[in-house]
């Protein structure tokens, strides 16, 4: 049996685009660091092109798999978890690309600093957006952050395996496609988080994102998962609303196309919402019809 990789790099891929697959893959293949095994899994078995160009890459470091039929993303990111060999694992979405150094410097991270089992970093956007999310750096403040939104980028974060398989955490489907805040929420009584203060990955934004074309399922999943961190950690929460006591409401932006719009009191707590023909009070109460 040949000797097991440092680092398994994860990918699921859905009817993809031909071309933002290939920067997704030569950025990977092009990594600075060069100890990893690359895993695909395709799950739109019928779309058999994606297969034909995976193909066309002369690296045996990708490993290319397909499901017998459409699993969703929650059973992806699981069946890849399974198949994945490395010590770490490196989460990457089918449409982004990583800086070459990106795999390099999480690796080092980790091997300094065994009680961190996940790091990630910053996200420049690319495409419909063009700006750069910048994420807190250190576990007490990522945790206090996690009470509202998920501050561990998923497509750009790495995760020490042996904390998953230690105790038996995997993707939860119930919570898709907010999996991943689900994810760091199970993670969170076992291990530290980190994010490298620097891009890592260029997240291209479009109108086929999940966030976009899944908008209001996962607004729903992620509620569920901030409800539960917050029962289980009251204290972060608190923290999170005296860190922005001062903050006024603000507007959370909606996809383009989307009539929709919502603002929080304090960032936080849901005040008014238009859902269609409704303004709503507290994201359910209808207060005012509009007119077309």
Not at 72 to 84: D, K, P, Q, V
Not at 97 to 105: A, K, T
């Amino acid at each position: 049996m040949s000797k097991s990789p440092r680092v398994s790099v994860l990918t699921p891929i859905y009817n993809t685009n031909i071309g933002h697959l290939c920067e997704c893959i030569e950025s990977i293949i092009n990594q600075t660091f060069t100890d990893f095994e690359f895993i695909i899994l395709n799950d739109s078995p019928n779309n058999k092109q994606l297969k034909k160009i995976i193909q066309t890459y002369d690296d045996d470091r990708i490993k290319y798999y397909e499901n017998e039929k459409n699993m969703g993303i929650s059973a992806s990111r699981n069946r890849l978890l399974e198949l994945a060999r490395g010590e770490y694992i490196a989460i990457f979405d089918h449409d982004d690309i990583s800086v070459p150094d990106r795999l390099e410097r999480q690796v080092e991270f980790l091997d300094t600093h065994p009680n961190v089992g996940v790091v990630s970093g910053w996200l420049r956007w690319f495409g419909d957006r063009n700006w750069t999310h910048i994420t807190p750096e250190y576990d007490i403040d990522i945790k206090i952050h996690l009470t509202h939104e998920s501050y561990l980028l998923h497509t750009a974060a790495m995760i020490r395996k042996s904390v998953l398989d230690e105790h038996n955490i995997k993707y939860e489907e119930q919570y898709s496609p907010a999996e991943d805040h689900r994810l760091w929420a199970r993670l969170w009584p076992f291990t530290q988080f980190h994010n490298i203060q620097d891009v890592l990955v260029n997240y291209r934004w479009n109108g086929n994102n999940t966030s976009t074309t899944s908008f209001e399922k996962m607004q729903r999943a992620a509620k569920a998962v901030r409800l539960e961190i917050c029962e289980e950690h009251p204290a972060f929460y608190q923290e999170f609303l005296n860190s922005h006591k001062d903050t006024p409401i603000n507007t959370v932006v909606m996809p383009k196309h989307s009539k929709n719009w919502r603002y929080r009191l304090f960032g936080v707590i849901p005040l008014l919402k238009r859902k269609k023909k409704w303004i709503l009070l507290f994201d359910f109460l209808p207060i005012i019809k509009i007119k077309d």
